[in-house]
């Protein structure tokens, strides 16, 4: 019986050694798009470097979430994929993978934990667009990345703040102009502050969370 190895070291072991055998390595710059070839299905799994998983028009792009190493998805799906970075990959035909998946535990549990992610991120934002203005969903925003780093809540608290103002307006579904806007709002009226070009420093935590429409002790998902 195979021990449940996270993924990348299952991958690389010796007793991976036959799942390595069905992928092949794929590069991407950042801005590339990852395309299967013509009707075949790819399974993906992200060695190094971050995949967006977006809808796009030619007037606006939302996006679904991101995917960094060891995560896994599939090109199977109306979704487009983009590196936001130099990226490798380890690629697999959909169909030859599947016949793996019993004997490798590891595989379903990356797959599961993918697909509830971007399931939970693509609930937030149609909660998001339906229901909350554009600084509720920046605060929102705020404290769940607050909540993913395991960052307290609190005065002088730094907030890691991993994207781009454009990626942050297209994961909140708006555009990057307004979502600068309400974000030096928020910074004008004394609840965050910039702290160089990663970080939100937390003023008035309260503050925050009036703007969320959250109660502290229920917290946001």
Known sequence: ???????????????????????????????????????????????????????????????????????????????????????????????????????????????????????SQAMTLIEDLAFHPVKRRIARYLLRSAARHKVPVAVDSLILVELSMEEIAALLGTTRQTASTELNAMIHAGGIARQGRRHIRICDPERLYLWAGADHTAGIQ
Do not use: N, W
């Open 1 to 119: 019986m195979i021990p449940q190895f996270p993924l990348l070291d299952l991958i690389d072991s010796e007793e991976g050694a036959g799942l390595r055998r069905i992928f092949h390595e794929k590069r991407l710059e950042a801005g590339a798009l990852l395309c299967a070839p013509s009707g075949e299905d790819q399974v993906f799994i992200v060695r190094s470097g971050r995949i967006r998983v977006y809808f796009a028009t030619p007037e606006q792009e939302l996006s679904l979430g991101y995917l960094t190493a060891t995560d896994m998805f599939s090109t199977h799906t109306r979704a487009l994929l983009q590196a936001t970075q130099p990226t490798e990959l380890l690629v697999a035909r959909r169909e030859v993978l599947e016949r793996q998946l019993g004997h490798y535990p590891a595989l379903q549990a990356t797959i599961v934990r993918v697909l509830a992610m971007v399931l």
